[in-house]
């Protein structure tokens, strides 16, 4: 299964590294339609341990893998493969 998020949103400090201000992502399963909203660490949690897959979809209608990093500190965030555009495709999202 893939999900493609949809939104976003964000908290309101600051962060060195914006990506590890999203707090929760909205997001659709594509081919049966459910639709849900989950907290940072839950779609990333799912991603590293069991594998799941989840997607934007950039500017042009393309879609850009998401994936699990860490900052030096060890604190997990999301972000998207760098593809051929300097636009952050995840913080690009509206918020939900």
């Given at each position: 299964?893939?999900?493609?998020i949809t939104c976003i949103n964000k908290d309101n400090g600051y962060?060195?590294?914006?990506n590890v201000a999203i707090t929760h992502l909205g997001?659709?399963?594509?081919?049966?339609?459910?639709?849900?909203?989950?907290?940072?660490?839950?779609?990333y949690n799912w991603i590293k341990e069991k594998n799941?897959?989840?997607?934007?979809?950039?500017?042009?209608?393309?879609?850009?893998k998401v994936i699990t990093?860490?900052?030096?500190?060890?604190?997990?965030y999301l972000k998207t493969v760098a593809d051929n555009t300097v636009r952050n495709n995840l913080l690009a999202l509206p918020e939900c």
């Open positions: 299964m893939a999900i493609r962060h060195e590294n914006p997001w659709v399963e594509e081919q049966t339609g459910e639709k849900g909203k989950s907290t940072m660490l839950e779609i799941g897959k989840a997607y934007v979809k950039d500017g042009s209608g393309d879609k850009v990093a860490e900052t030096s500190n060890g604190t997990k």
